[in-house]
């Protein structure tokens, strides 16, 4: 049963960081050798509908962010090329309804780090024009727009460039996401945001205090706000010294405890981490997640909601 379920929901995840772990390592999407944590064979065979594929400024290229990001982008449409009888670059929900009536995999392409627009409205413009359609506002630390979980010792939120990133951003139809970015900095995308944000790989503070997962109030207010959180299989985040998809599935029970069934996902962080639950070692795992949660009692209508229908729901409604 939890296989049948499994290919028959629509599933989205939010975050992978296999673009950059592609470029440096000089692999292609078509198949790592069994090295990497995902790709085109490990997508279809995990029953992967969409993939957002994040082009991520690591701090190291914080000088050359426009160029990283370039070469990134570069790399994506290179792949969307040489593959495209089996992936298809979405810009929105026509396009995935394009992949899942041909049998293909969408691709979503995101920015990991607002350092990328240098602090240019401009800049951002171009990035939308080039498909962009989800930007992760900070990475950890302070940039442009504002300052990320490794800056909470300031209280620093958005600047007034990052109020006015949020703003531009709902203007054109992106995704505004507050992974990574500062608690106060998250309270002032809520305030400003006039579309739902989401949070594309964040875990709950309650089950495991760390800078990055987000606090019971910050969960409710995402979910007030129409938003979606990603549940993310890193380790630190999850808590506990070996996770298993247990403890995966034990954040998205606080999450429905705390702010109910709409506004939870999967935001794997693939290719992000060295190390992931016992269970969950590929994409080509996530058919366990849904096992999963079919055994701690939850029905389809609710599974296919975690699975991918709340993040279609937000694609749906923000990006244009």
Known sequence: MAKTLHYESIVIDTHCDTLSVMLDGGWHLAGFSGQG??????????????QFFSAFVAPEYKPVAVRRVMELIDLFYQEMEENSDVILHAKGLADINEALATGKVAAFLSIEGGEALEGS?????????????????????RNELGDGVGEESTGGGLTGFGIATVMEMNRLGMLVDVSHLSERGFWDVIKVSRQPVIASHSNCR???????????????????????????????????????????IAHIDHVIAVAGPDCVGIGSDFDGTDILPAGLDACSSLPAVTSGLLKRGYNGEVIKKILGGNFLRVIGQVIK
């Open 121 to 141: 409205l401009g800049v951002l413009r171009v990035l939308h024009r080039m498909g962009v359609r989800s930007i992760t506002l900070t990475w950890n630390g």
């Open 37 to 50: 944590q995902l790709d085109l064979p490990r997508l279809k065979e995990g029953g992967v509908d969409v």
């Open 206 to 248: 309650a089950i495991c205090d760390h800078p990055r997962n987000l606090k019971d109030e910050q969960i409710k207010a995402l979910a007030s706000n129409g938003g979606v959180m990603g549940i993310a299989f890193v380790p630190d985040f999850l808590g506990g010294e070996s996770p298993s998809i247990d403890d995966v």
